[in-house]
């Protein structure tokens, strides 16, 4: 037959008659006996009515209409009845989805036998798809509500339907009956085959397409993985509690720096390194994960550490080349949110907040949390973890300080235990990402009991650092800055009774505050979570402390660099750092036995802060222009042979030349002069970096890469410093920084590796072993000496090395800086209104951050004004305390009656420096004078009426018995700035007895 979606019955008939030895038989497989159903006795009936309507019988009925009268007499009994029934219908479902009849052929030897079968497809379904899905919809219940029934029909069930759904362009629907099932299969512990086997079809139902070229397709398995990575339950609030997989409860926060937490996962990511390893498939490994998250059986927040955990050190990820997820765009909705742009850079008083565009950079954020994901605490430690743990986080505060001081910042300064800090807000936006991950609170000690533990614990590290041996496998050993790195971060249980988990223990106890309990623990902050610690100041505060231990030991380390002094001769001169890729002209020319010029300076490079464009940004984000470096090298003359050399890039603020802390790492790597060179020249972009997230292309096209004996090894690809923040920021005037090269003799570091991507710095190779025998941060990691005996700084060993220089070099940002405004006069500035009952002292009252946004009516009620017959004033804004906020399009307006519209005889903007927009410091702000046409005085109350760009703050009015404020609801937020009159926004508004933001009116 040529053509069966046409086939009349005469064809049908000729197709049956052509068929003589494959005697057809009935559509449906006979089920098992009824057991005292009240339906059985007319099964024989229906079952001849199907057979006849199928023509099933040997012949063709000249209508089809039996079998839909069969599924409908099917469909009005009860579900038990359907229970019994369940192949047939779930073959109907199957014959009837298709639009067309099941013909079931070839000989018939049991009641159970499988049956070859071809299929004449109908143009039209006998019954409509949403008749099919509605007439067993309580099967489908059914079965999702009985643990008892068997999965197998279960699934068959869900498969049938969930292909009809597809057919109707209904994915959504499929999706959550499928992904219920699923939930449901591994709640009841099916076996992983079952599950998996169920998966596979379901795909095939789903992704037709995909599914035939998946396995090689890369972007696949990515969005498979990053759905699981960011995948949240969407009823989290309503779900019960309890004990699961992961050992913590399904809604208690996940702390990644909880030692218990973190070991509890580990179990969760070898399970998940054993599907792999038993199946060597992918699919199986994210089928797992997903039946795991989507059935609630995990903690998800765990669950997505454990995902990422797996993903970055899984053999099957990397051979799909599936990669750590990058960091999302910023939602093109809210890139205007002054919630994310608050900060006020460049404008008054340098403050913490102007480093927000730092500290919430999403590139570095996911350098951190990706870091952490690599060198996990527990099991599996890497070769010198605990060095490189010590060492990243000491560059990163080195950098850190930098760009605090290019505004004018102090360094950080290290967090003291009795401290009591101001809290933290990463904004709104932040927050409804992640809502369990609650803003820091203000004011907040730590608990008592972790005081007095990291105290004592940092008494015995001291000791250690005195004693000078650690007990390492049953004996004494030499202690290095690998154990101490281990010994402070607690990165294996080894020594933790004796030393405690000092950082660990940091990070816990801001999570662990009395205001964060009394939030109870289904909530923690950002301190508790590599995927956003470096966003809160307290980080960087903290691990000072951290840091200012470990630089403890290596302050004890006396490094002689003259035993690691290779034959080669670099002056300042032969070492640039210029903006661009171009070398300088007659860099690399040689005569008459030396270089031909030597006349040559480095200039500046420019840096810029654009406009944020990753999710959760701050205000802007760091970037500079292209530079490269320029270094030439000369062979000393007695020197005979191969030298192998390893090149190490480091910059320093000009005054900090001999502050060995403050010395940046930017670069490191290996260069060879052959055996009849008198001298060479290298070439090295800034894209070529041993510190940042590298590129394969980068390091395929480096110097490095092009030397025939140096190895490329596989790097941690997704690790490393971001290139955008290479350069620190630099200042408007050109701030002076110093490039220094320390070239060292590669037999003894032994390097002769480059990361074919990552950063080989701060994360290492792929195979466990860090490419460098020396001590991380060489030659500026510990003291040094010439002789071994005596300490020199570092400008003096850079005069009395021919194998180090450093020459001078600036960065320039011009981002604009707005001094302070000068403070209003005092003297003629009296309280007018103030509403919160603090005349005389309503600078000093206390208001409390707020997070809402949106357009605000304040209420200055008449009651509230201490003097009359005023007509010149000004308004005072509060500050929150803690960041500035944005405000805009305020008016000063007379109120109309006890309405809440505006009298337009007074309807006056007020502006803050002659603008419209203002940015509200922490101190608060006064605006510019307003004259009244309305004179206070009388019964005239008046509305302050403004826009919160950003979140601002409220104070407890005097009187709470009244409306004090009102609020437009956030979508009509244009509408109630265009209009005065807001009686027509009475059902899209909130009202509050609190005031927001108004401090007082003078």
Same mark, same amino acid.
């Given at each position: 037959m040529e053509n069966p979606e046409s086939a009349t019955n005469e064809e049908i008939q000729d197709f049956v008659d052509s068929h003589p030895e494959e005697p057809l038989e009935t559509l449906v497989e006979e089920e098992d006996e009824g057991d005292g159903d009240d339906d059985d006795d007319d099964d024989d009936e229906t079952k001849t009515e199907v057979r006849v309507g199928a023509g099933l019988d040997g012949t063709v009925s000249t209508s089809l209409s039996k079998i839909k009268e069969f599924w409908n007499k099917l469909a009005k009994k009860s579900v038990e009845s359907k229970a019994k029934r369940f192949q047939t219908i779930v073959?109907?479902?199957?014959?009837?989805?298709?639009?067309?009849?099941?013909?079931?052929?070839?000989?018939?030897?049991?009641?159970?036998?499988?049956?070859?079968?071809?299929?004449?497809?109908?143009?039209?379904?006998?019954?409509?798809?949403?008749?099919?899905?509605?007439?067993?919809?309580?099967?489908?219940?059914?079965?999702?509500?009985?643990?008892?029934?068997?999965?197998?029909? !279960?699934?068959?069930?869900?498969?049938?339907?969930?292909?009809?759904?597809?057919?109707?362009?209904?994915?959504?629907?499929?999706?959550?009956?499928?992904?219920?099932?699923?939930?449901?299969?591994?709640?009841?512990?099916?076996?992983?085959?079952?599950?998996?086997?169920?998966?596979?079809?379901?795909? %095939?139902?789903?992704? /037709?397409?995909?599914?035939?070229?998946k396995k090689e397709d890369t972007e696949f398995y990515q969005k498979r993985i990053e759905y699981l990575i960011n995948w949240t339950p969407g009823d989290r609030d309503e779900e019960e509690d309890y004990e699961d997989a992961s050992g913590i409860g399904l809604k208690q926060a996940f702390n990644g720096f909880n030692p218990e937490h973190r070991e509890k996962s580990e179990i969760l990511i070898t399970e998940l390194e054993n599907v792999e390893e038993e199946t060597d498939d992918l699919d199986a490994v994210l089928d797992y994960a997903d039946a795991r998250q989507r059935g609630r059986e995990v903690n998800d927040m765990m669950y997505r550490y454990v995902i990422e955990a797996y993903l970055v050190h899984s053999k099957l990820c990397k051979k799909h080349n599936v990669r750590y997820p990058d960091p999302p765009k910023r939602d093109p909705s809210m890139t205007q949110s002054a919630a994310m742009t608050g900060s006020g850079i460049g404008v008054g008083t340098p403050n913490e907040l102007w480093m927000n565009y730092w500290r919430c950079d999403a590139d570095?954020?996911?350098?951190?949390?990706?870091?952490?994901?690599?060198?996990?605490?527990?099991?599996?430690?890497?070769?010198?973890?605990?060095?490189?743990?010590?060492?990243?986080?000491?560059?990163?505060?080195? @950098?850190?300080?930098?760009?605090?001081?290019?505004?004018?910042?102090?360094?950080?300064?290290?967090?003291?235990?009795?401290?009591?800090p101001e809290g933290f807000d990463a904004g709104w936006e932040f927050a409804e990402r992640y809502p369990w991950i609650y803003p820091r609170p203000d004011k907040q000690i730590w608990p008592r009991d972790i005081i007095n533990e990291?105290?004592? +614990?940092?008494?015995?590290?001291?000791?250690?650092?005195? !004693? $000078?041996?650690?007990?390492?496998?049953?004996?004494?050993?030499?202690?290095?800055?690998?154990?101490?790195?281990?010994?402070?971060?607690?990165?294996?249980?080894?020594?933790?009774?004796?030393?405690g988990s000092f950082h660990n223990m940091g990070h816990m106890a801001f999570v662990y505050t009395e205001a964060m309990r009394k939030l109870g623990n289904r909530n923690t902050t950002y301190m508790g979570t590599p995927l956003c610690a470096v966003r809160d100041p307290i980080f960087f505060r903290w691990h000072q402390h951290v840091d200012d231990l470990y630089q403890m030991w290596n302050d004890k380390v006396l490094t002689n660099l003259t035993?690691?002094?290779?034959?080669?001769?670099?002056?300042?001169?032969?070492?640039?750092?210029?903006?661009?890729?171009?070398?300088?002209?007659?860099?690399?020319?040689? %005569?008459? %036995?030396?270089?031909?010029?030597?006349?040559?300076?480095? %200039?500046?490079?420019?840096?810029?802060?654009?406009?944020?464009?990753?999710?959760?940004?701050?205000?802007?984000?760091?970037?500079?222009?292209?530079?490269?470096?320029?270094?030439?090298?000369?062979r000393k003359p007695a020197s005979k042979g191969e030298l192998r050399l390893t090149l190490r890039l480091f910059i320093c603020q000009e005054r900090f030349v001999n502050k060995r802390r403050r010395w940046i790492e930017m670069d490191k790597f290996v260069y060879v002069m052959p055996a009849n060179a008198t001298y060479g020249v290298v070439k090295r972009q800034d894209r070529e970096s041993s510190v940042i997230k590298r590129s394969h292309a980068a390091t395929d096209g480096s110097d490095e890469a092009k030397q025939k004996n140096i190895e490329i090894k596989a790097g941690n690809c997704d690790c490393g410093w971001p290139y955008t923040m290479l350069l620190p920021r630099g200042n408007k005037n050109g701030e002076k920084w110093l490039l220094g090269v320390y070239v060292s003799d590669g037999k003894n570091d032994q390097i002769n590796v480059c990361a074919s991507c990552g950063s080989m710095? !701060?994360?290492?190779? @792929?195979?466990?072993?860090?490419?460098?025998?020396?001590?991380? $941060?060489? /030659? +500026?990691?510990?003291?040094?000496?010439?002789? $071994?005996?005596?300490?020199?700084?570092?400008?003096?060993?850079?005069?009395?090395?021919?194998?180090?220089?450093?020459?001078?070099?600036?960065?320039v940002?011009?981002? /604009?800086y707005t001094p302070p405004l000068p403070p209003p006069k005092k003297d003629p500035l009296r309280p007018v209104f103030s509403p919160l009952n603090t005349l005389g002292k309503f600078v000093s009252s206390n208001y409390s951050p707020s997070r809402l946004v949106g357009r605000f009516r304040v209420l200055l009620d008449d009651t509230d004004f201490h003097q009359m017959g005023i007509e010149r004033v000004r308004v005072v804004l509060k500050g929150r305390g803690d960041q500035s906020y944005g405000i805009c399009n305020m008016k000063l307006s007379?109120?109309?009656?006890?309405?809440?519209?505006?009298?337009? @005889?007074?309807?006056?903007?007020?502006?803050?420096?002659?603008?419209?927009?203002?940015?509200?410091?922490?101190?608060?702000?006064?605006?510019?004078?307003?004259?009244?046409?309305?004179?206070?005085?009388?019964?005239?109350? !008046?509305?302050?009426?403004?826009?919160?760009?950003?979140? $601002?703050?409220?104070?407890?009015?005097?009187?709470?018995?009244?409306?004090?404020?009102?609020?437009?609801?956030?979508?009509?937020?244009?509408?109630?700035?265009?209009?005065?009159?807001?009686?027509?926004?009475?059902?899209?508004?909130?009202?509050?007895?609190?005031?927001?933001?108004?401090?007082?009116?003078?």
């Open positions: 073959m109907l479902l199957q014959g009837l989805g298709e639009g067309g009849v099941k013909v079931v052929a070839s000989g018939r030897s049991g009641r159970r036998q499988k049956r070859k079968a071809r299929k004449l497809e109908r143009t039209e379904a006998l019954v409509s798809y949403g008749q099919l899905l509605k007439d067993t919809d309580d099967l489908m219940r059914y079965y999702q509500t009985n643990d008892d029934l068997e999965s197998s029909n !279960y699934s068959k069930l869900v498969l049938a339907r969930g292909k009809i759904m597809m057919k109707m362009n209904d994915a959504a629907r499929a999706d959550a009956d499928y992904n219920r099932m699923i939930s449901d299969l591994v709640r009841k512990d099916e076996e992983y085959g079952f599950v998996k086997r169920v998966s596979n079809e379901w795909e %095939g139902i789903r992704y /037709p397409d995909k599914i035939k070229e570095f954020n996911f350098h951190h949390n990706h870091w952490h994901a690599v060198y996990r605490n527990g099991r599996n430690l890497k070769t010198r973890q605990g060095e490189l743990f010590g060492y990243m986080h000491a560059q990163m505060l080195a @950098r850190f300080n930098a760009d605090r001081e290019t505004w004018g910042l102090e360094p950080v300064k290290a967090y003291e235990f009795d401290e009591v990291n105290k004592h +614990f940092e008494g015995e590290i001291e000791d250690l650092f005195d !004693y $000078g041996k650690i007990e390492y496998n049953g004996k004494e050993q030499p202690l290095n800055s690998n154990f101490v790195g281990h010994i402070l971060e607690s990165s294996s249980g080894r020594w933790q009774q004796q030393f035993k690691n002094s290779p034959d080669v001769i670099i002056d300042p001169c032969d070492v640039m750092i210029v903006p661009g890729l171009d070398m300088p002209a007659d860099f690399d020319k040689w %005569g008459g %036995g030396d270089w031909a010029k030597t006349d040559f300076s480095c %200039g500046e490079i420019k840096t810029k802060l654009r406009e944020a464009d990753l999710a959760f940004e701050w205000d802007y984000k760091l970037d500079h222009e292209p530079f490269s470096y320029h270094i030439r090298l000369k710095s !701060y994360c290492g190779t @792929r195979d466990q072993i860090y490419p460098d025998k020396m001590i991380m $941060g060489y /030659p +500026f990691s510990t003291k040094i000496s010439l002789d $071994g005996k005596g300490e020199v700084e570092i400008s003096e060993a850079a005069k009395n090395l021919s194998n180090f220089c450093i020459t001078s070099f600036t960065i940002n011009d981002h /604009p007379l109120r109309l009656g006890n309405t809440l519209n505006v009298d337009p @005889r007074c309807n006056i903007p007020v502006m803050f420096n002659n603008l419209i927009e203002a940015e509200v410091p922490v101190e608060g702000l006064t605006s510019d004078e307003v004259v009244l046409p309305v004179k206070t005085g009388g019964q005239n109350d !008046y509305w302050l009426t403004f826009t919160l760009l950003s979140p $601002g703050c409220y104070g407890l009015a005097e009187n709470r018995d009244r409306t004090n404020t009102y609020r437009v609801n956030k979508r009509l937020t244009h509408d109630a700035t265009q209009e005065d009159n807001w009686e027509m926004f009475q059902e899209n508004m909130k009202q509050y007895s609190n005031i927001y933001c108004v401090g007082s009116v003078i």
